[in-house]
């Protein structure tokens, strides 16, 4: 119900695009989220959207760096990452959940399979 693509191996400072297709019950959900989980980590909130407002929500981390869109014609979310750092190695997840302004895991019903993004130094 919900896929993600688009992680890889890249250097630091290079940029990635995720991609998150929706689909069933998934695509009725307000909010898609993207969340990471280095290893030995919890699983952090990285960015957020609506699908009908389309105003988006960051962790602190990221800002001025990622960028969270969506296409509701195609049912994607996307996250671009620009200036990557070793710190932002993870597994990225994408998420839907009914719960505007959400930042917890818990705030989110349905996840993908996880995608690695890992910047090598």
């Known amino acids: 119900q919900l896929v993600e693509s688009g992680g890889g191996l890249v250097q630091v400072g290079d940029s990635l695009r995720l991609s998150c297709a929706a689909s069933?019950?998934?695509?009725?959900?307000?909010?898609m989220g993207w969340f990471r989980q280095a290893p030995g980590k919890e699983r952090e909130f990285v960015a957020a959207i609506s699908w009908t407002w389309g105003v988006p929500n960051y962790t602190d981390s990221v800002k001025g760096r990622f960028t969270i869109s969506r296409d509701n014609a195609k049912n994607t979310v996307y996250l671009g990452m620009n200036n990557l750092t070793p710190e932002d190695t993870a597994v990225y997840y994408c998420?839907?959940?009914?719960?505007?302004?959400?930042?917890?895991?818990?705030?989110?019903?349905?996840w993908g399979q996880g995608t690695q993004v890992t910047v090598s130094s």
């Open positions: 998420a839907a959940g009914r719960k505007f302004g959400s930042r917890s895991v818990e705030g989110y019903d349905y």
């Open positions: 069933g019950d998934a695509f009725n959900m307000y909010i």
